[in-house]
């Protein structure tokens, strides 16, 4: 057993230590000292888990291969094995965790994120890290408590590899497809260009060179500009449908051939329905944000909806335990333990939306219209101090509870009416309260948003500058 180290401690800067991951704004609040005190909190972690050997990937960020380099020397200082991946989309980190059953792993990345931000995701195990585990490496850190050996490190690319298994079983129709790809200067770019090149149709690409400055855009396929350009190329190519992906690959965007948006739950259907075929009565899990839309068809195509909590940890935690073969969210985390491993993989969901279409008679412009028409708003974010979100979560809650409203409450307030529903819930990694409402037709969704604002006045906010008045 390595022995202990108990010396001077390091203290990150409060805001980095997140939910769900470890983010924060490079010479600001993250430094290559973080990186490395990180390295040395995470390898204490898995040293007494009994774990030897980590696998370390990062993006494409400008200040990514410091933050690397910083975090291998800490988790070798710790006596760890490091197997370095290289540069690369997350999904790629983790089919390495996985298939070279490495005890950790960590990505240095800012996902979506501006450039100038930063961060690291974790798995110890094949599970996420996260939460408490993740506060617990500010304790570690800041005791200087960490376990001491003699690491080594081994340059362990597996770019190929993983280009291997995202077509390994791939099986596609005769329908022939023209698809325009934009990975935003993201991670996922150099995967992009070789996958492409395996696949069969036409295939135009955008922004492949992997650039942490974003020159095009910003790598965030969640919000509508971003997929601007994707659009326009849809439009001058005649496409069939356009697939974007976030920073670092783990997020997935659609347009269809009318170069129209598809969302996180509406791809999740088109999923959900052809797992359903070869897996009936199966139980698929998205979060409290998505469309009753989608609750509803999974039912409907015999499969068994869950809805759960928001937040891509929790998921696939949910996911895990109740051995789902599909999961996802709004913010178009898809999760396939179908004939796959159960992680978040953007370029591994685009291979099966194209071979979904490419076995269809029904374009992806098709199945959009044939989905039950519904209004609805966006993810509406209204800002709110750290100490208040709870508070006001709760005050609605009690509130709706006293006039005997129905609610979900896993995950904040979800309430039913004979309109629709609308949600409101703290989001874990913001200041924020985050809100949406989904109704048949405008007047009731007129109505939803109304009474929405009443509640969020009756606890203090203003809602008159926003999409609620």
């Not at 490395?36 to 990062?58: D, E, I, K, N, S």
């Not at 659009?231 to 129209?260: H, P, S, T, Y």
């Not at 800002?383 to 709870?390: L, S």
Request: aromatic share 6%; proline share 4%; with cysteine.
């Amino acid at each position: 057993m390595a022995a202990e180290a108990r010396g001077p401690g390091h203290r990150f800067d409060p805001t980095l230590l997140r939910e769900y991951d470890i983010r924060g704004v490079v010479g600001k609040t993250l430094a290559r000292e973080d990186a490395g005190a990180l390295g040395r909190a995470f390898g204490t972690v898995v040293r007494r888990h009994g774990g030897t050997r980590v696998c370390v990937g990062y993006d494409g960020r400008l200040s990514s291969p410091e933050l690397e380099a910083a975090l291998v020397e800490g988790l070798m200082a710790c006596g760890l094995s490091v197997l370095r991946i290289g540069l690369g989309p997350t999904p790629m980190l983790y089919y390495a965790a996985v298939t070279l059953e490495a005890d950790g792993a960590v990505m240095v990345t800012g996902s979506h994120n501006p450039p100038e931000h930063n961060g690291f995701k974790l798995m110890l195990g094949k599970a996420s890290f996260f939460g408490e585990q993740i506060q617990r490496l500010g304790q570690v850190a800041a005791a200087g408590d960490f376990e001491t050996g003699a690491g080594a490190v081994e340059e362990r690319p597996v770019f190929d590899d993983y280009l291997a298994r995202l077509v390994a079983d791939f099986a596609p129709g005769a329908r022939h497809l023209s698809v325009a790809w934009d990975a935003g200067n993201g991670a996922a770019g150099e995967v992009m260009s070789a996958l492409t090149a395996r696949l069969p149709g036409d295939h135009v690409l955008l922004n492949a060179d992997i650039d942490g400055t974003f020159p095009a855009h910003h790598p965030d396929p969640t919000v509508p500009e971003n997929l601007a350009q994707l659009q326009a190329c849809v439009r001058e190519n005649g496409c069939d449908l356009g697939i974007a992906f976030d920073g670092d690959g783990d997020r997935i965007g659609a347009v269809d051939g009318q170069a129209r948006v598809l969302w996180g739950d509406q791809l999740m259907l088109l999923f959900a329905r052809d797992i359903l075929k070869a897996r009936p009565g199966a139980t698929i899990i998205a979060d409290v944000k998505a469309s009753q839309v989608l609750f509803d068809e999974i039912a409907r195509a015999g499969g068994r909806p869950l809805m759960w909590k928001t937040g891509h940890s929790l998921i696939k935690a949910k996911m895990a335990e109740l051995g789902a073969p599909f999961a996802g969210e709004m913010s178009a985390h898809l999760f396939f333990a179908d004939r796959y491993y159960g992680y978040d993989d953007a370029l591994y969901a685009a291979v099966r939306l194209i071979e979904i279409l490419s076995r269809s008679k029904e374009s992806l412009a098709e199945f959009r219209d044939g989905l039950p028409q519904v209004v609805n708003t966006p993810e509406i974010r209204f800002p709110c101090a750290e100490d208040r979100k709870t508070a006001v979560i709760e005050e609605v809650r009690a509130r709706l509870a006293e006039t005997g409203a129905e609610m979900i409450e896993i995950d904040g307030v979800r309430v039913q009416s004979e309109d629709g529903w609308w949600l409101l819930r703290a989001s874990n990694t913001q200041d924020v309260l985050v809100a949406r409402c989904e109704a048949a037709d405008q007047a009731g969704l007129d109505r939803l948003k109304a009474t929405l604002a009443a509640q969020l006045e009756a606890s203090g906010l203003a809602v008159a500058d926003l999409d609620l008045a």
